[in-house]
């Protein structure tokens, strides 16, 4: 605080104003230090994960504590998001591994997507093949459990 020549008041008024002033930053400065503290310990409470996805096991109780470093959940990501289907022979001579494919979702509104073969395998019996197709870019609300049809070329299904 800066004063003028002149001013008529006192220097004890002057002292009490500069204690006072000197009183509220401290008072500033303790209440900033106890925000910075509480938000540290907050940022310590918090989990995230690596990716953006669906919780879909949570595995320590409320209430429990848990160590760094600890998984604590798992993630079903975007790419977690795959259509299973088992094919015939003649369906299974349509498609390879990395082949991109459409899938029907059963949304409110059915939509069409493209997917990508992960993977084609043979069953032990029945000549049956499964196909795990990964969904590029589902549109949001697509969840694991939700049903859908792979669209194999070629089929009449």
């Known amino acids: 605080m800066r004063l003028k020549r002149g001013d008529s008041t006192s220097d004890a008024a ?33 989990v995230k994960a690596p990716e953006s996805g669906l919780v879909s096991e949570l595995w320590p109780e409320a209430g429990e504590t848990v160590a760094v470093g600890t998984p604590i959940a798992r993630v079903l990501t975007v790419q977690d998001l795959v259509a299973e289907a088992f094919l015939s022979p003649d369906e299974v001579v349509r498609v390879k591994r990395g082949q991109e494919i459409r899938v029907a979702i059963d949304l409110p509104e059915p939509t069409t997507i493209t ?43």
């Open 14 to 46: 002057i002292d009490r104003l500069r204690a006072a002033q000197a009183s509220a930053k401290a008072a500033v400065d303790g209440a900033q230090a106890l925000l910075d503290d509480a938000r540290e310990r907050l940022e310590r409470c918090s």
């Open 115 to 157: 997917g990508r073969v992960r993977e084609v395998a043979g069953a032990a019996t029945n000549r049956v093949y499964r196909i795990r197709v990964a969904l590029i870019k589902p549109p949001p609300g697509v969840l694991a459990g939700f049903s859908a049809r792979i669209l194999i070329p070629g089929s009449k299904r």
